[in-house]
């Protein structure tokens, strides 16, 4: 049975975020990371209903400056990887998410490992 997305918007540091999720909360998470100017919709709702499928909960989300998430004037609030690895914790902490699995294309690769570097 394929499912649609469910959308919960996250506030946090005056940043607003487009996330989306599928499946159970109980499930192990996978936080699913694109890459630079990709929405979150570069995550298929197939490939996500097939994670759900396998036993996860999953959850994908609009970078900030991408899709429905908020605009940042970049060259007055410039941010780097490390604020974009916190970006994905805090979507993590609103979710009530202690532990997940990262998947990251390109950019969210990039993304995934400064999470591992900087929030073991």
């Not at 699913?32 to 996500?48: H, K, N, Y």
């Not at 036993?55 to 609030?77: L, N, P, Q, T």
Request: aromatic letters at 14%.
């Amino acid at each position: 049975m394929k499912s649609k997305p469910t959308v919960q918007i996250v506030r946090f540091d005056d940043l607003t975020f487009h996330t989306e999720h599928f499946g159970d909360r109980n499930n192990p998470t996978y936080l699913l990371i694109a890459g630079a100017m990709a929405p979150a919709s570069f995550w298929t709702d197939t490939l996500c209903n097939l994670l759900v499928h396998s036993g996860f909960f999953v959850i994908r989300y609009d970078h900030r400056d991408m899709g429905e998430s908020c605009a940042v004037h970049w060259k007055m609030y410039p941010y780097t990887l490390s604020n974009l690895a916190r970006d994905a914790i805090s979507i993590l902490d609103a979710y009530g998410v202690q532990q997940a699995h990262f998947i990251g294309h390109s950019m969210g690769g990039y993304i995934a490992q400064t999470i591992t570097l900087e929030f073991p």
